[in-house]
C-alpha cells in the first residue's frame, strides 16, 4: 500500500515487534508498505492518530476496515486540497476547515502563503479556525531576502 505524509512536518513511527521504523518527510510517499505493518501501527499508542490526521494510506477498503469513517478529504492529495482553496466556495472551503484531517489543514495553512491565497475571507477562515495568520506570514516572507547562489569559480582553468 502507499503511504502519504501530508502534514507540514516530519512524521516518524516505529513498531519494534517487527524492526521498523520509518521516517517520511514533508509530502514524501511511501510505496509498498505491507499490510501487516499497517496493522501493527494501528494497535500502537499514537498510531491511529498517526494515519487518522497526518499521513493517508492510499487504500479505501483497508481505510474502512481499520479506521473506520474518514472525512471525505481524508484521501485528497495536493491538487485536490489547493483546489479547493482556489476555487471552492466559501462555504465549502469553511466546511473542509472543520472537518478535514489535521495533515490537510497543515497544507491549506502553507499553501495559503505559498500560493499566495488572494481571498481574505477565506483567509479570516483559516485565522479563526487555527489561529494561523495568513497575512503576517506573508508580509513576514515578503521582507525576507531572497537567498542568493554566489557563482563557483571552477578549479579546473582552461588553457
Same mark, same amino acid.
Given at each position: 500500500m502507499n503511504v502519504l505524509n501530508?502534514?507540514?512536518? &516530519?512524521? &516518524?513511527?516505529?513498531? =519494534?515487534?517487527q524492526n521498523i521504523r520509518r521516517v517520511f518527510e514533508i509530502g514524501e510517499e511511501k510505496t509498498n508498505i505491507n499490510e501487516e505493518e499497517l496493522n501493527a501501527l494501528v494497535q500502537t499508542?499514537?498510531?491511529r492518530t498517526l494515519l487518522n490526521e497526518? +499521513?493517508?494510506?492510499?487504500d479505501p477498503n483497508?481505510?474502512?476496515?481499520? +479506521?473506520g469513517e474518514v472525512p471525505i478529504e481524508y484521501f485528497?492529495?495536493?491538487p485536490e486540497i489547493k483546489s479547493c482553496m482556489l476555487f471552492d466556495t466559501e462555504e465549502l472551503f469553511k466546511d473542509t476547515l472543520e472537518f478535514a484531517p489535521e495533515g490537510v489543514i497543515d497544507v491549506i495553512?502553507? +499553501? !495559503?502563503?505559498?500560493? =499566495?491565497l488572494a481571498d481574505l475571507n477565506k483567509i479570516k477562515a483559516i485565522y479563526e479556525r487555527t489561529g494561523f495568520d495568513?497575512? !503576517?506570514a506573508l508580509e513576514l516572507n515578503k521582507d525576507r531576502p531572497k537567498p542568493v547562489q554566489e557563482k563557483k569559480e571552477r578549479l579546473?582553468?582552461?588553457v
Amino acid at each position: 500500500m502507499n503511504v502519504l505524509n501530508r502534514s507540514d512536518d &516530519v512524521v &516518524v513511527y516505529a513498531i =519494534p515487534e517487527q524492526n521498523i521504523r520509518r521516517v517520511f518527510e514533508i509530502g514524501e510517499e511511501k510505496t509498498n508498505i505491507n499490510e501487516e505493518e499497517l496493522n501493527a501501527l494501528v494497535q500502537t499508542d499514537g498510531g491511529r492518530t498517526l494515519l487518522n490526521e497526518y +499521513l493517508m494510506v492510499d487504500d479505501p477498503n483497508w481505510v474502512d476496515e481499520h +479506521l473506520g469513517e474518514v472525512p471525505i478529504e481524508y484521501f485528497w492529495r495536493f491538487p485536490e486540497i489547493k483546489s479547493c482553496m482556489l476555487f471552492d466556495t466559501e462555504e465549502l472551503f469553511k466546511d473542509t476547515l472543520e472537518f478535514a484531517p489535521e495533515g490537510v489543514i497543515d497544507v491549506i495553512k502553507r +499553501l !495559503a502563503y505559498e500560493t =499566495p491565497l488572494a481571498d481574505l475571507n477565506k483567509i479570516k477562515a483559516i485565522y479563526e479556525r487555527t489561529g494561523f495568520d495568513v497575512q !503576517a506570514a506573508l508580509e513576514l516572507n515578503k521582507d525576507r531576502p531572497k537567498p542568493v547562489q554566489e557563482k563557483k569559480e571552477r578549479l579546473r582553468k582552461k588553457v
